[in-house]
């Protein structure tokens, strides 16, 4: 059977990490040059599917699938629709920018590059996946290798503590979803774990409301804690931090993406009048997240926590998108997913370089590194200027949506977000002013500036932002084919539930 | 359709030239800049020239920038006469600055950069103007507010250049905070009645006088959307309480100093308010706090201005009192006299701060007290630097007069309050100005750099020039006649009464700082005495800029402290850690019956047998 490009996407880091067991490890540049074409091949094929897909047609294209437990119902089964074929380029232009970043590792390379393929892969997986029990196994293979790679590659400081606790917290978040999917596929009258089959069964016959009640929560705080949301926040600051850059860029940038893209793409549809009653709580604690992490991030004095609180600020804008329920609002979360991933992705990318040479993430020790390094300090300047919602970068469109969204749904919402731009900019500006504005702190005269290569993956993430930023109906008009089925799923259940 | 999109675009591409192709030639990037500006002009008057021939009126051109369902938003340009008229200003102004910038910054490493960013200044500048709907704008407006981050922190090695930057961008931040929910809030106004929402400006007039016509106007809800939307002005054009910012901008090159935090980005408010005069002036009470904040910004930043020893500094005093009376009059009900003080006041506070800046460059040193003697050392640039003075003091027949004159024409028809303080700041602003003037250009030479000024090159003096030249003539455009296309029906003609009084205090002001500070006059001793402490307040300027200190270190640090310990001790000490900590003891608890010790195990099989036995056994 001839296997389309969705799967050869999933495949090629797969592949790639596979062929990497046999090169020997001291083949340093064959690792990379493997690692970079394993995450390339992907990002060319990501790049033709957006060009290519129809969101006329819209619906799940490219799609592959091989039996492969009958008895049990599950197949091997990917394709990708508006959604998802937006997070699977994020997802390939973090990883390859990440193999480009990661050209800096000396340490036991080749372990390294098959832990992260294996990383990416699975995120591959999910976004693609179209059988949950598929989908939860890929969830697993991006979860996992993260032991190892903070474990063995992370700053010494605090690389135990941290490893331990993100893999633990997610795994347990893991299991509680498990027990919510397990559930849903035991009531479903078809016994099947084909995602588009259940949708059609619920469709038919819904579970009944306090059923969908009682599990939703399971779906949604199982993977709301890698989403992040408030209170199960705090594994990922932390892992962040303690991540080496490449890990810490695919991390914020599309890991804790998976959460709200499962929220999105398996609760919402399957439990649709769950999500009428449960999203009005989300929408409070995205508010939580949006505030408390942009009041944290301000009093944190290390450049990788500062990143890692406005993420799980920014996430939350996510969140209370999805929460709205609108076209507006999840169209916003979507885009603001694929925004910020690259935005963090650039961040942590220049906090990366100049940590691995001054050993130090601590701002007030920087000081001044424009001048020392400018085309670092430029990239990060950016990426705290999108971050704060500057117009022109990706990052704005999309919390502009989020903005409308909430106004039409939560309106004290609203506000809170809108006071979450305030915050960003206080800490995103405070700490470009402390780390990379002022007089050069003598120590770092010594410190390099990226080289031609170096600047490439810099260079690619800002386009990216800008582009979308200028138009963001290029990836808006996919992502609304990829939204309105679930929309139209939840009016139908709210029309039924409410009398 | 390519006119207008030139005009925006053509200092664009200069930007994104400068950054990607020519960095490194600083003579072509300021050449491209100003090419780029050039472009923008000529567009600009080409424009000029279809409206005065009456091939057009009011143009607007858009496309679809976010079409979803349920929200439309486009991307698009409204050019009417005020668009023109500010698009004038800026590009012609702006044209001036570059060029003068060649010779300031003459000595710059980085000159690229400067010019790209001023480029890229023009740019958004420009889509304010231009901008047709209010998402449009408010793009432009932050991008205006970046730019302004950016050239203030130019000398980004000096502490208090970056400090001020922040300063800047993060007090408009909160000011937008306003003004987003203000643009929610009239979009989702604006749905009812069966109609999707717009933020479209033309849009919004015709279904507000549609909906006035029929009384269906909700003044509560238009009232917040006013007061919102100005929150944005108020952070833009630096009223009171947010005009902390502006003083502290001066932190940047001088020529910065006079396009941006002068005459044009700062004046981006008042064009804001006239573009949505329909939606302010809807509701007197709204109409009535813009008055209000802006009469007392007017008095209250030309009292600061008196004791200023920075030149610079007193000319932002100077700014934000004068965009004080453009609010006012727009709160007034007099747009068309605002947007006229906007464009005279553009092209005199340009050439005084130019002028600064060629003061500052002969002497290298902001302070007036340490200049003197300059007019005869820098003949050109301290007549135009009179010239500028005397417009700003409203002195007949330079422009300023017209203009202030406008404005305290409406004062004194709608509010008699407005109008005494609208005069007294006039006073006080001869007097300030005065005192400038005479201190550093007619008293003996204070310092040796004084001593030895020299004349700046002719690309600086050459737009103070032409500068001057505007300043004195503008008033006599005609520029509230071609106004009047906008807003039909508004009083014009001079009132001698108004005029005579105002130019009479004035010479008041003149004549009583000459006295100070050229005859060195004293007043008696007891009332210097009791000047003292409203001495120390003014140039401690109220103590607002420690006022904001303390709740910024005290409340917004201080829940954001309070956040972080709660986050490391509740949430993670506690919550996290916490189960963690249970999940071991339970682990050592259970590690107990797991001892190996077989005596222990055939205990515990004992004792279960015996339970079971026990339970089971029911008799």
Excluded at chain 1, 94 to 120: D, H, M, N
Excluded at chain 2, 86 to 99: E, P, Y
């Amino acid at each position: 059977m001839m296997l389309g490009p969705v799967s050869w996407i999933l495949l090629a880091p797969l592949i790639g990490a596979a062929l990497l067991v046999c090169v020997p490890s001291e083949q340093v540049r064959w690792v990379r040059r493997i690692a970079a074409t394993a995450t390339g091949i992907p990002l060319l094929l990501a790049l033709s599917l957006i060009f290519r897909y129809d969101p006329v047609a819209a619906g799940y294209q490219w799609v592959d699938r091989i039996p492969w437990i009958p008895s049990f119902g599950i197949d091997y089964h990917v394709g990708v629709d508006g959604i998802s074929v937006v997070l699977v380029l994020l997802h390939a232009f973090c990883a390859f920018t990440g193999v480009l970043v990661s050209y800096r590792i000396s340490q036991r390379v080749k372990e390294y590059a098959i832990f992260y393929l294996l990383l990416i892969g699975g995120g591959f997986g999910v976004f693609t996946s179209m059988d949950l029990f598929f989908f939860y196994l890929f969830y697993e293979m991006a979860v996992i290798p993260m032991f190892p790679l903070i474990g063995i590659w992370g700053s010494k400081k605090d690389r135990d503590y941290a490893t331990m606790k993100l893999t633990l917290y997610l795994t347990a978040g893991a299991v509680m979803a498990l027990i919510g999917l397990l559930t849903l596929y035991t009531l479903s009258p078809v016994k099947t774990f084909d995602l588009i089959a259940l949708r059609e069964a619920f469709l038919r016959q819904p579970l009944p409301p306090a059923t969908q009640w009682f599990l939703f929560p399971f779906l949604l705080f199982g993977f709301g804690v890698i989403a992040p949301m408030w209170p199960f926040h705090s594994w990922s600051p932390l892992g962040h931090a303690a991540a080496p850059s490449a890990v810490s860029m695919l991390h914020a940038g599309v890991l804790m993406k998976l959460g709200s893209y499962a929220i999105l793409r398996i609760a919402l549809p399957l439990m649709p009048a769950g999500a009428v009653d449960w999203l009005p709580w989300v929408a409070g604690l995205a508010c939580m997240n949006i505030l408390y992490g942009g009041f944290v991030a301000m009093a944190q004095k290390d450049a990788k926590f500062v990143i890692g609180y406005s993420s799980s600020s920014h996430m939350g804008y996510v969140l209370l998108g999805i929460a709205c329920l609108s076209a507006i609002g999840l169209n916003g979360a979507v885009l603001l997913m694929f925004a910020h991933g690259i935005m963090t992705a650039l961040a942590f990318a220049a906090v990366g370089h100049v940590y691995d040479q001054t050993h130090t993430r601590i701002l007030s020790d920087w000081g001044g590194l424009i001048r020392q390094v400018p085309f670092i300090g430029v990239a990060f300047a950016a990426a705290a200027l999108a971050s704060a919602g500057l117009p022109g970068f990706a990052n704005f469109a999309a919390e502009l949506l989020v903005f409308f969204g909430a106004w039409e749904s939560y309106r004290w919402a609203a506000v809170a977000a809108v006071f979450g731009i305030v915050t960003t900019a206080f800490y995103m500006l405070r700490a470009v002013r402390t780390g990379f504005y002022g007089p050069l702190n003598p120590k770092w005269t010594g410190l390099k500036d990226a080289t031609p290569f170096e600047k490439i993956p810099y260079l690619i993430l800002i386009t990216v932002l800008l582009v979308v930023g200028c138009w963001p109906q290029s990836l808006l008009t996919l992502i609304q084919s990829g939204t309105g089925p679930i929309l139209e799923i939840i009016q139908q259940a709210s029309v039924g539930v409410l009398p | 359709m390519v006119t207008p999109a030139l005009l925006l675009f053509a200092p664009l591409a200069a930007c994104a030239a400068i950054v990607g192709i020519t960095r490194r030639s600083r003579p072509l990037s300021a050449g491209l800049a100003i090419g780029g500006m050039a472009v923008s002009l000529l567009c600009t008057v080409r424009l000029f020239l279809e409206f005065l021939n009456g091939h057009a009126h009011e143009l607007q051109y858009s496309i679809p920038w976010i079409t979803l369902p349920g929200l439309t938003l486009e991307f698009g340009f409204l050019i009417n006469e005020a668009a023109l008229l500010m698009s004038g200003v800026v590009t012609g102004v702006g044209l001036l600055i570059f060029i003068y910038s060649v010779g300031y910054m003459a000595e710059e490493e980085h000159r690229s950069r400067y010019f790209a960013y001023l480029s890229g200044f023009a740019f958004s500048m420009l889509g304010i103007v231009l901008a047709n709907n209010l998402v449009t704008l408010f793009i432009f407006w932050e991008l205006v507010g970046a730019c302004s981050y950016l050239l203030i922190g130019y000398w980004y090695q000096k502490p208090s250049a970056a400090a001020a930057g922040k300063k800047a961008f993060l007090v408009n931040r909160i000011a937008d905070f306003g003004f987003l929910l203000g643009i929610l809030l009239l979009w989702s106004y604006s749905a009812g009645h069966g109609e999707a929402g717009t933020v479209n400006l033309l849009a919004l007039q015709e279904r507000l006088a549609h909906w006035a016509a029929a009384g269906q106007l909700d003044p509560t809800i238009l009232g917040w959307i006013g007061v919102l939307l100005f929150c944005g002005v108020v952070g833009k054009s630096a009223q009171f309480p947010l005009h902390v910012w502006l003083p502290d901008a001066m932190e940047g090159p001088t020529p910065v100093s006079a396009l941006i935090h002068a005459a044009t980005m700062v004046a981006a408010g008042v064009y804001l308010l006239a573009r949505i005069f329909f939606i302010v002036s809807a509701v007197p009470s709204t109409m009535e706090l813009i008055a209000a904040i802006g009469g007392f910004t007017a008095i209250f930043a030309a009292s600061l201005a008196l004791v200023e020893p920075d030149i610079k500094r007193i000319l932002a005093f100077s700014t934000l009192s004068q965009l004080g009376y453009m609010v006012m009059a727009m709160g007034l009900g007099a747009p068309v006299a605002a947007m006229f003080h906007l464009t005279t006041h553009a092209f005199f506070k340009a050439l005084l701060f130019l002028g600064a800046g060629s003061v500052i460059h002969a002497v290298h040193g902001n302070d007036i007290w340490k200049m003197g003697g300059l007019l005869k050392k820098m003949p050109l640039t301290g007549w135009t630097f009179a010239v500028g003075t005397l417009a700003l003091c409203g002195i007949f027949p330079f422009s300023g007069f017209f203009s202030k004159d406008e404005i305290l024409l409406a004062a004194m028809e709608h509010n008699r309050f407005l109008w005494v303080i609208g005069t007294i700041t006039a006073g006080m602003t001869a007097f300030y100005m005065g005192r400038l003037f005479f201190v550093a250009f007619l008293r003996p030479a204070a310092s040796d750099s004084a001593q030895h000024a020299h004349e700046s090159p002719a690309v600086m003096t050459g737009p103070l020039v032409v500068l001057a030249l505007l300043s004195a003539a503008a008033g006599f455009f005609g520029i509230p006649a071609f106004l009047q296309g906008a807003h039909h029906a508004e009083h014009h003609g001079i009132n001698w009464g108004v005029a005579g009084l105002s130019t009479a205090v004035a010479f008041a002001g003149l004549g009583l700082a000459g006295l100070i500070y050229l005859k060195g006059w004293r007043p008696a001793a007891g009332l210097l005495k009791k000047l003292e402490s409203p001495g120390r307040w003014l140039s401690r300027k109220f103590f607002v800029d420690e006022i904001y200190g303390w709740i910024n270190w005290n409340l917004q640090q201080g829940l954001a402290r309070f956040l972080a310990l709660f986050e490391r001790w509740v949430i993670i000490g506690f919550m996290v850690n916490g189960t963690a900590k249970l999940t071991q003891l339970a682990g050592r608890a259970v590690r107990r019956l797991q001892t190996g010790q077989l005596q222990s195990y055939a205990l515990s099989i004992l004792v279960g047998l015996t339970l079971i036995l026990l339970w089971g056994w029911r008799p």
